[in-house]
DNA sequence: GGTCGATTTGACAATGATTCCCATCCGCGT
DNA sequence: ACGCGGATGGGAATCATTGTCAAATCGACC
């Protein structure tokens, strides 16, 4: 059967961080953050609980080429995102010719069980200035 | 001015083994097939060249959902990679389509000086077995 | 072939993100 | 209010990767 998370403080402040954030962030700027909200939670649980959240798909996780996990609530439904490099700024946009595309060509190749990863990356209009 | 790399046995050994690799491998793993080899290189060397290469365009890295960095022998131009998750085993695919799909998207929301990262994962036909 | 300087190497320490461990805590059903 | 099992926290442990620096060694020049 299905275990009901239980409704913590600190599950409630990371919840909560993740509402009022934009773009993505990293486990330990959310630890900062809660902090200087006066709301401290263990960094052990900070990433517990976005793993949860994560696993449970209300939130996105995706890795920056520093390899830091960096988390964001989304829309539901599979998107892929557009994010600012300068400022962070996301856009979450979809691509059901891509999906297609990416399946047809794992498909033509033999491969099962197909993921994949798509990020775009760019400087937004009021970066570029 | 450009330093020009000196030929050492270590960088030909780590260039060798790629020369040899179907598919993506972590640094740990070529540095585990240069010891069975015989051609042992101290693992700092392994990732100093491999990073080089990667700059010098000759290698394409990417990083697997563990936040290994996988490093593969490629093809010149822009591709992507439809990888085996089990063997590491990679088909090098182009889709014009997703390109152009990609940089419109970009533009229509006002992001200039686009990249885009995308990457197709599964199982190969004889994995599944 | 020998010399020399700058690059490269390699063993080990250090880093940094993330996970593990486990005693303690507390949400929640009774 | 009670008690149990999930949740917490914080420090240790893990793991890939990078930094350090003395020693080795390319390769240009004699």
Redesign the interface.
């Known amino acids: 059967m299905v275990v009901t998370p239980r409704n913590t403080r600190q599950r409630r402040a990371v919840a909560a961080i993740l509402e009022d954030l934009e773009g993505f962030a990293s486990a330990q700027e959310i630890h900062d953050l809660l902090r200087h909200r006066g709301e401290s939670v263990g960094l052990s649980t900070v990433y517990r609980n976005l793993q949860a959240l994560a696993d449970a798909a209300e939130v996105d996780a995706l890795?920056n080429d520093e390899?830091e996990t960096l988390y964001r609530q989304c829309s539901t439904g599979h998107h892929h995102h557009?994010v600012?490099r300068a400022c962070g700024r996301t856009?979450e946009?979809e691509?059901p010719?891509?999906e297609r595309?990416?399946d047809g060509?794992?498909a033509q190749?033999?491969?099962?069980?197909?993921?994949?990863?798509?990020?775009?990356?760019?400087?937004?209009?009021d970066c570029?200035r």
Chains 1, 2 share one sequence.
């Not at 190749?109 to 209009?125: M, N, P, Q, R, S």
């Open positions: 890795r390899g557009l600012c856009v946009v691509g010719t891509v595309w990416a060509v794992a190749h033999g491969y099962v069980d197909i993921a994949h990863t798509l990020e775009i990356f760019g400087t937004c209009g570029a």
